[in-house]
């Protein structure tokens, strides 16, 4: 069961080891994967609530945990739970969705110490369906974002709420055993300056791409790293559980994934990018960016590349050159689904990408303020 063995593997000790990869999606039957919440990049709106026993303290003078609720202070947080074995449903419904979530469900209070990005992901044993909730107080009503397999929200210190509820599919809940994990990520803020030049890239006939670039962006598989030894994936799952765990273990960053390994595109594993995995930082890994350059244009190594929504301030501080690709000159570059998870976008999504002029920038998640 995935979900056992990525809590089994996020326990363990871990040694650390990519090519591009295929897109997948994450999704199921009843009310779609969609989000609820908006795109917005500052902390949502009114702060935490009042539910008349726990949100207004805060980190440093929480509440007492309320009772049928387990409360998390750190993170990244895990946990397998069952919904069968809780009592009946405190709460049917949320003003982001019109599923009927009237089954039993579990309770979160998640105080986190700073403005920030809160998610929470869910993975299923087969015939459960549970949805995934953030709210804002213990209150249907302040529902922040929902889904089938995770949520995210932007939040600001204090305390928040994540409800995992059971699916309730034509009078019958979903009801059984769930893994979920919480994340919380701080993102840097400030200056996204980007360097302006051209990119040369395999087959452009000498028309080099303009950069900064704005355009579609790949959803990329994962690439095996410095800290996980060989013998390397034969297949696009084996080991890849292990591979969630540590990464998710060392970034903090929480999303319900579901990418492989990159494919057998060249290399001699699965999960194999440009030279050897002793090579490549897990943490460069999580967030790393392709584009389809040239072998004398390829950026060094660790070279940071900024992912950008062109539409707002939401942008990903991305490791360059450890992989090459997307073959399609169409699309300007590839990033795996921690980057989409974060700028919200998915396969094929629009990204504005460029080389940071700023090289000390931390990798990862970046709220532009320019």
Aim: proline share 9%.
């Amino acid at each position: 069961m995935r979900a056992r063995l990525l809590l089994a593997a996020l326990g363990a000790v871990l040694l650390a080891s990519g090519c591009s990869g295929a897109i997948g999606g994450a999704g199921h039957a009843d009310a779609g994967d969609g989000s609820a919440g908006g795109d917005g990049l500052e902390p949502a709106a009114d702060g935490p609530g009042d539910d008349g026993s726990a949100a207004d303290a805060g980190p440093d003078g929480a509440a007492p945990c309320p009772e049928g609720v387990t409360c998390v202070t750190t993170f990244p947080f895990g946990e397998d739970r069952d919904t069968s074995l809780e009592p009946p449903s405190r709460l049917e419904g949320y003003s982001c969705s019109t599923a009927d979530e009237s089954g039993p469900e579990v309770i979160y209070r998640v105080t986190v110490p700073e403005a920030g990005f809160l998610s929470a992901a869910v993975y299923e044993d087969p015939g459960v369906d549970v949805d995934v909730h953030l709210l804002r107080a213990l209150d249907p009503a302040t529902c922040l974002d929902r889904g089938n397999v995770h949520a995210r929200a932007d939040v600001e210190a204090g305390d928040w709420f994540v409800v995992v509820d059971t699916y309730v599919s034509s009078g019958t809940p979903r009801s059984g055993p769930f893994h979920v994990d919480l994340g919380f990520t701080v993102p840097s803020r400030g200056p996204c300056a980007m360097e302006t030049g051209e990119m040369a890239r395999v087959g452009d006939g000498g028309s080099h791409l303009a950069m900064p670039a704005t355009g579609p962006m790949v959803m990329e598989a994962h690439l095996v790293t410095q800290e996980e030894p060989p013998p390397y994936p034969s297949t696009a799952t084996e080991h890849l559980a292990e591979h969630y765990a540590l990464s998710q273990g060392r970034t903090g960053f929480v999303l319900h994934r579901t990418q492989s390994w990159a494919p057998l595109e060249g290399g001699s594993f699965y999960g194999c990018g440009i030279g050897s995995p002793t090579d490549f930082p897990v943490e460069h890994e999580a967030w790393y960016v392709n584009m389809y350059w040239t072998q004398a244009a390829r950026p060094a190594k660790g070279t940071r590349l900024l992912l950008r929504d062109p539409a707002g301030s939401r942008a990903v501080v991305a490791a360059a050159g450890y992989e090459t690709g997307p073959g399609n000159l169409a699309h300007v570059g590839g990033t795996p689904e921690e980057s989409h998870f974060f700028l919200r976008t998915t396969h094929l999504g629009p990204m504005q990408i460029g080389i940071a002029v700023d090289q000390a920038l931390p990798f990862g998640p970046r709220i532009c303020t320019d």
